[in-house]
């Protein structure tokens, strides 16, 4: 179990990509009171803890409903991942949409940028390979590292300085492809088999 446990965080880390969220975070956070800020990190990981929890409970029950199967998804999860990573890879650093402050926490830093279309299509495969205790137990301790990161920002980004949250963020996406190819390739080899 301490194996596929390590598997499914390492895998829902790259989704994730708590170290890639500094820069947005950042810049996103960079006029609110210290007050603001320091109530952020909580309700970021919370939202996206809550988001990720609520496709949980009913991604299987609408998989059954449209008829999708995991191959099915692998493919389409995969496809995701990399033009997401591409997307990321290419656009410009610190670029970020601007969000009033009462909302900046649950959107868009608890979903999408922690919790979003690519840790998603991660935990539904994470589900179908590891099942649910492994795979909530790896979300946990994602959330828990995202929250810890969000919590020390300021001092993460200064350790790393600009160019070196931004060099993270780009190999996390690069590996982000990496397993999105994995992804599509499993599921049109399950999918050829039938």
Same mark, same amino acid.
């Given at each position: 179990?301490?194996?596929?446990?390590?598997?499914?965080? @390492?895998? $829902?880390?790259?989704?994730?990509?708590? $170290?890639? #969220?500094?820069?947005? =975070? +950042?810049? %996103? *956070?960079?006029?609110?009171?210290?007050?603001?800020?320091?109530?952020?990190?909580? +309700?970021?990981?919370?939202t996206?803890?809550?988001?990720?929890?609520?496709?949980?409970? #009913?991604?299987?029950?609408?998989?059954?409903?449209?008829?999708?199967? *995991?191959?099915?998804?692998?493919?389409?999860?995969?496809?995701?991942?990399?033009?997401?990573?591409?997307?990321?890879?290419?656009?410009?650093?610190?670029?970020?949409?601007t969000?009033?402050?009462?909302?900046?926490?649950?959107?868009?830093?608890?979903?999408? %940028?922690?919790v979003g279309?690519?840790? $998603?299509? *991660?935990?539904?495969?994470?589900?179908?390979?590891?099942? =649910?205790?492994?795979? &909530? %137990?790896? +979300?946990?301790a994602?959330?828990? @590292?995202?929250?810890?990161?969000?919590?020390?920002a300021?001092?993460?980004? !200064?350790?790393?300085?600009?160019?070196?949250?931004?060099?993270?963020?780009?190999?996390?996406? &690069?590996?982000?492809?990496?397993?999105? #190819?994995? +992804?599509?390739?499993?599921? $049109?080899?399950? &999918?050829?088999? !039938?």
């Amino acid at each position: 179990m301490a194996r596929e446990f390590m598997l499914a965080f @390492v895998a $829902l880390f790259v989704a994730v990509d708590a $170290l890639g #969220v500094i820069p947005l =975070y +950042l810049s %996103l *956070t960079g006029g609110l009171s210290a007050e603001e800020r320091k109530r952020l990190p909580r +309700l970021s990981t919370l939202t996206a803890t809550a988001v990720a929890l609520g496709f949980l409970l #009913v991604g299987d029950a609408v998989f059954r409903v449209l008829g999708i199967s *995991t191959d099915d998804f692998q493919v389409a999860g995969g496809i995701l991942l990399v033009v997401l990573s591409v997307h990321d890879l290419l656009s410009p650093p610190g670029k970020s949409p601007t969000k009033p402050p009462g909302t900046v926490g649950a959107v868009p830093i608890g979903t999408p %940028l922690i919790v979003g279309p690519a840790a $998603l299509a *991660t935990l539904a495969l994470l589900v179908q390979r590891y099942g =649910y205790p492994v795979t &909530l %137990l790896a +979300l946990g301790a994602n959330m828990l @590292v995202a929250f810890f990161v969000l919590r020390h920002a300021d001092k993460v980004g !200064r350790a790393f300085g600009e160019a070196g949250s931004e060099v993270i963020a780009k190999v996390a996406n &690069l590996l982000l492809a990496a397993f999105g #190819v994995s +992804l599509m390739r499993r599921g $049109l080899a399950e &999918l050829f088999r !039938r």
